[in-house]
């Protein structure tokens, strides 16, 4: 029998812990776009200073850039429609975007997915990143952007006359295909929304199907 000493423990330890270090400090969500490069519409002054959602700025601009962008990246593109003064939006934010408090490669990959979604990833997920952009969906131009999507459609065959907010997209890269699970046709959804997340990228077919990660469901409000 092999015997392990203490020193040898601490070394084993050590090499597990320089393998994560590269990945526990990086954020999972990352910009898809710099608003700085956008120009706002001439006259328009309906947004405040550091908005989140840009109803002066073109959404479908926006959407083409995230999109070349995320591609480029490799990454999936999430985009959360909702607009500045919605209380939701704001609670989503604070949960899942707090620059203060980002949530982690490391966190989403390691306790989220399971080993088998996880290794279909390159790098088993050690630099996987979601692509993220905010659209404003009751600014005119908005609204028409995501009934020419169909994200509208999805919001109807759900039971509502438009889209609520927020309402999460995620686009597979390398295409505009897309999916929205933030609401099952049963009227339940995902008690988390990283489980939420995960299983959108499983019906995109960015990760496998894996039933063996049991993601408890709770009632849509």
């Not at 109803?55 to 926006?62: E, G, I, K, S, T």
């Not at 975007?97 to 989403?108: A, G, H, K, T, V």
């Not at 997915?113 to 979601?130: M, V, Y």
């Amino acid at each position: 029998m092999q015997r392990v000493t203490l020193g040898g423990l601490f070394a084993a330890i050590a090499l597990i812990l320089a393998a994560c270090s590269d990945v526990s400090d990086k954020p999972l969500f990352v910009p898809a776009v710099d608003y700085a490069d956008f120009t706002p519409a001439i006259g328009c002054s309906a947004d405040v200073p550091d908005a989140t959602y840009r109803a002066c700025m073109d959404p479908n601009a926006l959407y083409a850039a995230a999109i070349d962008a995320a591609n480029e990246a490799g990454n999936p593109l999430m985009v959360i429609w909702g607009f500045e003064e919605c209380p939701y939006c704001k609670k989503f934010a604070a949960e899942e975007m707090n620059p203060e408090s980002p949530r982690l490669i490391s966190d989403f990959v390691g306790n989220t997915l399971t080993e088998a979604q996880r290794n279909s990833l390159p790098n088993g997920g050690k630099d996987f990143q979601i692509s993220v952009l905010h659209l404003h969906v009751r600014a005119p131009a908005g609204a028409a952007l995501a009934e020419t999507l169909g994200v509208t459609d999805i919001a109807r065959e759900r039971g509502w006359h438009r889209v609520w907010s927020p309402f999460v997209t995620f686009t597979r890269p390398g295409s505009h295909e897309f999916v929205a699970q933030t609401q099952f046709q049963q009227g339940e959804k995902p008690c988390q929304y990283v489980d939420d997340f995960a299983i959108s990228l499983q019906q995109l077919g960015y990760i496998p199907a894996d039933d063996s990660k049991v993601r408890p469901m709770c009632a849509a409000a």
